[in-house]
């Protein structure tokens, strides 16, 4: 299910920029409000460009220490999201580029992709059936991502994952709302051809 | 437009909620840490900043220094100063048991 747990800018009681100069104040809970309201979008974007789970988590967490580091440069404060997912996005395309001296990329790389879930499946507490069921559909999810553009899935990661709207993509990701809609909407076709429909519980008939 | 939203829920990191509170508490608390390095950094950049300055500033200050330093030697030379002979009395109460500190008051009246 979308989460649409702190969308940014409304539902959290704190503005962005206000969290921003709590921070710089060294302010540890405003800093944990930013965390929970945006490391998972963090995440959504660094999926779209590694295409491994782990890597995203990886990369979301490191991505966030380092904007809360240097969160004094941060020059627009209200945008904070975009000058963290720019960050996000930079080391996610370092780390992409390292893994591809060791191997394909990883969204074309099926196999990878099922060793990946194997490996989560083994760390995980909740019933070994469900946690293997669920791992097969992330990899299936994975590599059905694989088919779209990385701009395609930043987009529907945000959007049908972080339940994000498409103005709080678009300003995000640097986008227009427009252009956000037009990349969701590709992305969603593509997917259609990849998935069951079971995948797209507001349903759809093809 | 399609609006309809895919679940993407097993790709959800925060699906176990106890795990995604640690992460969240270990990012703050690293970023936090960092933040305080970064601090550090920072002054110690200022100050490695300035260094190149201040050493160009005491050199043209050494520089500017060399005429006068010769031009009150070339005075010394000529006659004294009261400068070098308050010096001078210093100097020899320092070093000699035998002078009197009255001299160096003397000196400085001069």
Not at chain 1, 80 to 91: D, E, P, Y
């Amino acid at each position: 299910m979308p989460s649409k747990e702190n969308p940014p800018h409304e539902a959290a009681p704190d503005a962005d920029a206000t969290l921003v100069a709590r921070m710089r104040d060294g302010d540890r809970e405003a800093a944990t409000v930013l965390a929970r309201r945006y490391l998972r979008a963090a995440y959504a974007v660094a999926l779209a460009v590694t295409g491994n789970r782990h890597d995203a988590e990886d990369v979301a967490q490191e991505a966030f220490v380092t904007a809360i580091g240097r969160i004094d440069e941060c020059r627009q404060p209200d945008r904070f999201a975009g000058w963290l997912m720019t960050i996000v996005r930079n080391r996610a395309r370092n780390l992409r580029t390292d893994v591809r001296v060791v191997r394909a990329d990883p969204f074309d790389d099926e196999a990878a992709a099922k060793v990946d879930e194997a490996q989560a499946g083994t760390t995980a507490t909740a019933d070994p059936q469900d946690t293997a069921a669920r791992g097969e559909l992330a990899a299936t999810l994975l590599v059905a991502l694989a088919t779209l553009t990385e701009a395609q899935r930043e987009v529907v990661l945000l959007h049908d994952l972080q339940g994000w709207r498409h103005s709080e993509i678009g300003e995000a990701l640097g986008l227009s709302e427009g252009m956000s809609r037009q990349l969701l909407f590709t992305a969603h076709r593509k997917l259609r051809e990849h998935l069951p429909a079971r995948a797209f519980p507001g349903g759809f008939d093809g | 437009m399609d609006e309809d939203r895919m679940d993407l829920s097993p790709l959800d990191p925060s699906a176990d909620g106890a795990r995604w509170d640690r992460m969240v508490a270990s990012v703050v608390a690293r970023g936090m840490a960092a933040r305080v390095a970064a601090r550090r950094t920072s002054v110690a950049d200022l100050l490695a900043r300035w260094r190149r300055p201040a050493l160009a500033l005491a050199a043209a200050l050494a520089i500017a220094a060399v005429p006068v330093l010769l031009f009150a030697g070339a005075e010394d030379e000529a006659g004294g100063t009261a400068g070098s002979t308050v010096a001078q009395a210093v100097v020899e109460y320092a070093w000699a048991d035998t002078t009197r500190p009255i001299d160096v008051l003397d000196a400085y009246g001069r």
